[in-house]
């Protein structure tokens, strides 16, 4: 992404999340809050969207992008084989904040798994971040909005700080209400692992597993 790209601030409403996901469509990227912290995405499904993504946040081309998605039906889209428990973790979780990784499906691009068999998916908890889902009418690959290696921000000048000029469009949606980034819980190995202990505490996904 070149560093004299524009960014349009712009407030929460559905004209204003209507032209992000005209941006997205395009092949643009754009950064936008979530229950956790603020994320940057693209059309999940646009492989050199997902490119320029990379490019954004000078993450290592080795290193896949999670998804998000509106809901647990939205799962088939980009998922296979998907274990029973993903759905009783989805049924109690989300939205929120859990990443599970299961097989992907091939309509998911190499760009997003970085030539992987698996995908890391969410659905998150924040209106903007669903209306967006909605509007795009695809899954969104989206990473925390920061630099790679740097501290993932949780407000929208947080996100200016470190993305300014490589982004096309930011949602200002105010501060973040969670702060802290999803657990991410591998379902493809058997017992299941965490892999990162975030916003859903481990001990609350071994009770629901066990429930």
């Known amino acids: 992404m070149s560093k004299k790209a524009t ?10 999340v209507d032209r992000a996901a005209r941006v997205l469509r395009r092949g ?7 229950d956790t912290v603020y994320g940057v995405g ?28 509106p809901d647990v039906h939205a799962l088939a889209e980009v998922a ?6 993903a759905y009783v973790l989805a049924e109690r979780f989300w939205p929120g904040a859990l990443t599970l990784v299961l ?16 995908v890391a998916v969410r659905a998150p908890d924040h209106p903007l971040t669903q209306a967006l889902l909605a509007a795009l009418g695809a899954p969104l690959a989206a990473s925390s909005a920061n630099l790679s290696g740097q501290p993932p921000p949780t407000t929208a000048q947080g996100v200016l700080d470190q993305l300014a000029g490589r982004i096309d469009l930011l949602l200002d949606g105010g501060a973040c209400p969670g702060g802290v980034p999803s657990t991410v819980l591998d379902l ?13 505490p481990a001990a609350d996904i071994e009770r629901a597993v066990k429930a």
């Open 188 to 200: 493809t190995v058997d017992p299941p692992r965490v892999l990162r202990e975030g916003g859903v």
């Open 7 to 16: 960014i349009n601030t712009i407030c929460v409403g559905a004209d204003e």
């Open 42 to 69: 693209a059309h999940a499904f646009l492989p050199q969207a997902v490119l320029k993504l990379y490019a954004a946040k000078d993450r290592p081309s080795d290193k896949a992008i999670p998804l998000l998605i």
């Open 103 to 118: 097989q992907r499906a091939r309509r998911v691009p190499d760009a997003v798994t970085a030539g992987g068999e698996t």
């Open 80 to 85: 296979v084989a998907v274990p029973r428990v």
């Open 28 to 34: 643009g990227i754009a950064a936008f809050p979530t």
